[in-house]
């Protein structure tokens, strides 16, 4: 009585966690609009610059790199300081020539701070301790948008000589946080816009669907419509500017039914794969096995007879050898799970590349519901 009690109790567990593992009773994904959509004609800007890093402890750039010397000329010059010689005989040690890139936020106005991103382009060793010097940032138009200057903070350092050197990360690039000021006003005039739209991250019919839906709900019928499956269009009764932000706000903040795509993601480089929850397969047999094949060289030397009139001669002694082991077989049902593939592919032995062969061997043969993404 007692066996058949536990038999029972397991019984009902297992038949709980596949209620609760099913795909078909897990809630749908509920996100707000704001985390997988943004407003057309209002997003980020690139910049970058041309900058000098000074200070260095003896690791900039060297004598074979010029235009850090130039640059160093050019700055003394406006500074009123005449530099008489060549630049081939200018000793600097402790300036290194950088790029300078940043990211220009929407709605940015003059005297804002950013973060900017510094990267020796010489032949420095670090940029530790460094300060960059004033320097301008430009769009893509050519125009400067920002300034940068401040002390270089690293995520990394060198330590040692030559022949014994320690090396954590990359000591040639580093960051200026708060380190760049606006200098011009790139803010979008919202009272100007009498219709919005909206771009999806990631393109999606049904989802492009729900959010109209969703808009149509709060500010009334007809007021978006889903022209495909990323594009979301929005009419506006009223195009003032305090209006258009309050609408905005409203649109961002409703939440809706994402359809998550069946994908599985591989880097063969790496070995990693990552796959999602509705990813799906159909009934295959799987069979693995590994071919080993061992090639190996033996360089013998044939030595003549005393007195004769024969020559020394390396002799190459090759052997071959191949082994191969048993094909492990596994197999799987209509509509397996991820959870059932990755237990199947470590029961037969399989490695995280042999995974990535199996999956892209699973995908040709069309038992696998599922986008291949192979990174």
């Not at 022949?163 to 790139?186: A, I, K, M, W």
């Not at 994908?263 to 590994?290: D, F, K």
């Amino acid at each position: 009585m007692r066996y058949l009690r536990c038999l029972f109790g397991i019984s009902w567990l297992l038949l709980w966690c596949g209620a609760v593992a099913s795909p078909k009773d897990t809630p749908a994904k509920v996100v707000r609009i704001q985390d997988i959509s943004t407003v057309e004609g209002i997003r980020e800007n690139s910049l970058i610059g041309y900058g000098m890093v000074v200070g260095l402890n003896n690791s900039g750039d060297r004598q074979q790199t010029l235009f850090p010397a130039q640059t160093l000329v050019n700055i003394l010059r406006k500074m009123g300081i005449q530099v008489s010689g060549t630049l081939t005989s200018m000793q600097v040690r402790n300036i290194a020539a950088v790029f300078i890139t940043a990211t220009l936020p929407p709605f940015s106005s003059p005297g804002t701070r950013i973060d900017v991103n510094v990267a020796s382009i010489g032949d420095a060793k670090s940029l530790e301790g460094g300060i960059l010097l004033l320097s301008p940032l430009y769009g893509p138009d050519g125009q400067t948008y920002a300034t940068a200057q401040g002390p270089v903070v690293l995520g990394g350092y060198t330590a040692g000589t030559r022949t014994n050197l320690v090396q954590v990360n990359h000591p040639t690039s580093g960051r200026v946080p708060g380190g760049g000021l606006v200098e011009r006003d790139t803010s979008v005039d919202l009272s100007k816009l009498n219709q919005l739209a909206l771009l999806l991250r990631d393109y999606n019919f049904a989802t492009s669907q729900n959010v109209a839906d969703a808009i149509n709900s709060r500010f009334g019928k007809f007021c978006a419509r889903a022209l495909d499956g990323r594009r979301i269009e929005i009419r506006l009764q009223d195009t003032s500017r305090e209006e258009v932000s309050r609408a905005l706000a409203e649109i961002e903040d409703l939440t809706v039914v994402v359809e998550e795509p069946a994908r599985v993601v591989v880097n063969e480089r790496t070995g990693t794969i990552v796959m999602g929850q509705n990813v799906r397969l159909g009934a295959c047999s799987v069979l693995h096995g590994n071919l080993a094949i061992e090639i190996s060289t033996q360089f013998q030397v044939s030595q003549p007879e005393p007195m004769s009139q024969g020559q020394t001669t390396v002799v190459p002694q090759t052997t071959v050898r191949a082994k191969e082991s048993l094909a492990n077989r596994m197999e799987l049902r209509e509509g397996a799970t991820v959870q059932e593939l990755i237990g199947g592919l470590q029961g037969i032995g399989a490695t995280a590349r042999d995974i990535v062969a199996i999956l892209e061997a699973i995908k040709a043969a069309g038992a696998l519901q599922a986008e291949l993404e192979v990174i």
